[in-house]
């Protein structure tokens, strides 16, 4: 999900708040590596350090700003904003749990929904 959110030639250019979101992002990773240690997401945040950001201000900034940041999309049915949450399960016990996780997006706001179910209706 971050590679294909960050990526400039993924969601980035169509990301309405690609700096706040990215700040959010890299925060949300830099806090799994101070709790795991893991060196696969060491070089996850080094590559997606590397993208642009689309602005100057600075991450940390932004991430600190805001405790939900959510997903802003330009699209075709104008700017779509989601919540974004991930699910992890497994215990500190489990040597294959820890691994699971599901990233979900909600409609952040009621223009967001109606966008959404006119969608649907129509494909």
């Given at each position: 999900?971050?590679?294909?959110?960050?990526?400039?030639?993924?969601?980035?250019?169509?990301?309405?708040?690609?700096?706040?979101?990215?700040?959010q992002m890299l925060?949300?990773?830099?806090?799994?590596?101070?709790?795991?240690?893991?060196?696969?997401?060491?070089?996850?945040?080094?590559?997606?350090?590397?993208?642009?950001?689309?602005?100057?201000?600075?991450?940390?900034?932004?991430?600190?700003?805001?405790?939900?940041?959510?997903?802003?999309?330009?699209?075709?049915?104008?700017?779509?904003?989601?919540?974004?949450?991930?699910?992890?399960?497994?215990?500190?016990?489990?040597?294959?749990?820890?691994?699971?996780?599901?990233?979900?997006?909600?409609?952040?706001?009621?223009?967001?929904?109606?966008?959404?179910?006119?969608?649907?209706?129509?494909?």
């Amino acid at each position: 999900m971050l590679c294909t959110t960050l990526h400039p030639a993924g969601l980035a250019p169509r990301i309405a708040n690609l700096a706040q979101w990215r700040g959010q992002m890299l925060q949300r990773l830099r806090r799994q590596i101070e709790i795991t240690g893991d060196s696969t997401l060491v070089a996850l945040l080094d590559e997606l350090s590397r993208y642009p950001d689309g602005t100057d201000v600075t991450l940390a900034e932004h991430a600190r700003s805001d405790f939900v940041v959510p997903l802003r999309l330009r699209t075709d049915h104008g700017i779509l904003s989601f919540l974004y949450t991930t699910t992890l399960f497994g215990t500190p016990l489990d040597v294959t749990l820890p691994e699971i996780a599901i990233e979900s997006f909600f409609p952040a706001d009621a223009a967001t929904t109606d966008a959404l179910r006119r969608m649907a209706e129509t494909s």
